[in-house]
């Protein structure tokens, strides 16, 4: 099946600093990905909608100038967390639409500590 | 906006115990529907989906769920649970109204007792 490689999976970060987190599809092409987030102990929150070429969706009460996301191209997303803050430590799972059963495949997740 | 309700939010069983996992769902449209589980440390992992046809559906590992239109419900079961099948499980929902996007239920954490 198609398969969505994530990275970092884990990284710690000072607050105040960046941190990028890529989501690649591997032998297909996903023209949109998913962002989520998920607490712990908690269910998967979705984020945005990463649409390529285009803006992305984002859900309400996701800021946009914090988590910004660059999809640029068909087998690559980014999601960059900005000015992180303790509070953004959480996991972040991206997922895509998997062209060849139509479920959604999911990268391995990346472990955000904000420091 | 739709919305996914898992009933249990910790479920524990011994080995060869039957399991069945409670999900309700709010839209009232057509829907696609699916289970994941996430083994601890791991990521998730497509367990069964239902698009159309056969409300049965049978997954990997055993797994099972019907989905019963009228109740809005797609519980997850398993006839006879294994220790390695100690995980957490997401119910999720999807429609193309909402832009294919995937909404997860709550979780239900399964411990299975060897």
């Known amino acids: 099946g198609a398969v969505v490689s994530q990275h970092p999976s884990w990284v710690i970060c000072k607050s105040g600093t960046s941190v990028k987190i890529e989501c690649r599809s591997l032998?297909?092409?996903?023209?949109?990905m998913f962002w989520y987030r998920q607490f712990p102990k908690q269910s998967l929150m979705l984020m945005a909608t990463?649409?390529?070429?285009?803006?992305?969706?984002?859900e309400q009460g996701v800021e946009k100038d914090k988590f910004l996301i660059n999809h640029a191209s068909l087998t690559l997303s980014t999601l960059t967390v900005t000015s992180a803050h303790p509070e953004d430590s959480s996991f972040y799972i991206c997922?895509?639409?998997?062209?060849?059963?139509?479920?959604?495949?999911f990268g391995s997740g990346t472990r955000l500590t904000v420091v | 906006a739709q919305s996914v309700s898992q009933h249990n939010h910790h479920v524990i069983l011994s080995e060869a115990a039957s399991l069945e996992l409670g999900c309700n769902y709010s839209y009232g449209g057509t829907v696609n529907l699916f289970w994941y589980v996430q083994y601890p440390g791991q990521h998730l992992q497509l367990l069964l989906k239902?698009?159309?046809?056969?409300?049965l559906v049978k997954g990997i590992k055993g797994f099972e769920a019907e989905f019963i239109k009228s109740k809005f419900s797609f519980n997850l079961r398993k006839p006879s649970v294994q220790w390695s099948d100690t995980a957490e499980y997401f119910c999720a929902v999807s429609h193309n109204n909402a832009g294919n996007m995937l909404t997860f239920g709550g979780g239900t954490r399964l411990m299975v007792k060897p």
């Open positions: 997922s895509a639409r998997d062209p060849e059963n139509y479920g959604y495949t």
């Open positions: 990463s649409n390529e070429g285009s803006k992305a969706t984002y």
């Open positions: 239902y698009f159309s046809g056969d409300p």
């Open positions: 032998d297909f092409q996903a023209t949109t």
